[in-house]
T-cell receptor, first 111, second 115 residues
Framework: GDSVTQMEGPVTLSEEAFLTINCTYTATGYPSLFWYVQYPGEGLQLLLKATKADDKGSNKGFEATYRKETTSFHLEKGSVQVSDSAVYFCALKGTGNQFYFGTGTSLTVIP | EAGVAQSPRYKIIEKRQSVAFWCNPISGHATLYWYQQILGQGPKLLIQFQNNGVVDDSQLPKDRFSAERLKGVDSTLKIQPAKLEDSAVYLC?????????????FGPGTRLTVL
């Protein structure tokens, strides 16, 4: 069945460091891919999405490219800030319209 | 615009008791989702409504869980009787439609502890 595997955390980075959080997926057909973020004490928010192969989603300096050949949707940011500290979830929406979430990666950015 | 509302925010019950959660989606959103998020895991979809009809409930443990959205607006999720493994955060989300092009907006969740 459809599933998402994402890099385990926690991840701790210094401010202005480069961030990569890996996400790979298994799906039949052509899923849509998402990154959600959960800031401390808040609900899940959509960060970015891509609905077809080679699409690049971007928001708030974060980017992820839908790579069909490697079944990946890695999240990247060139220079993280303390305010980026949160839990990041990779997710896919399969052809059955059901959402599958990864287990989440906790990011802490230290000044 | 008001977000997705959920209540209560926290609930502690003993096993074998019953509990109900309430969700009010964003006004005008036809699609409503209930998720279960166990500590250390990602959210798992329990049930999806389109207006007042069920679209997907394949992962809902129907022997103890039930959900309804009678008027196509707010929704309740019930657990009866609760088990220890039901301890989790229950998230409600809504979207304008079920399409991948429509963002899901999540509520703050209800944290359930079963003792």
């Amino acid at each position: 069945g459809d599933s998402v595997t994402q890099m385990e955390g926690p991840v701790t980075l210094s401010e202005e460091a480069f961030l990569t959080i890996n996400c790979t997926y298994t799906a039949t057909g052509y899923p849509s891919l998402f990154w959600y973020v959960q800031y401390p004490g808040e609900g899940l928010q959509l960060l970015l999405k891509a609905t077809k192969a080679d699409d690049k989603g971007s928001n708030k300096g974060f980017e992820a490219t839908y790579r069909k050949e490697t079944t990946s949707f890695h999240l990247e940011k060139g220079s993280v800030q303390v305010s980026d500290s949160a839990v990041y979830f990779c997710a896919l929406k399969g052809t059955g319209n059901q959402f599958y979430f990864g287990t989440g990666t906790s990011l802490t950015v230290i000044p | 615009e008001a977000g997705v509302a959920q209540s209560p925010r926290y609930k502690i019950i003993e096993k074998r008791q019953s509990v109900a959660f309430w969700c009010n989606p964003i006004s005008g959103h036809a699609t409503l989702y209930w998720y279960q998020q166990i500590l250390g895991q990602g959210p798992k979809l329990l049930i999806q409504f389109q207006n007042n009809g069920v679209v997907d409930d394949s992962q809902l443990p129907k022997d103890r869980f039930s959900a309804e959205r009678l008027k196509g607006v707010d929704s309740t999720l019930k657990i009866q009787p609760a088990k220890l493994e039901d301890s989790a955060v229950y998230l409600c989300a809504s979207s304008f439609q079920a399409s991948s092009y429509n963002e899901q907006f999540f509520g703050p969740g209800t944290r359930l502890t079963v003792l």
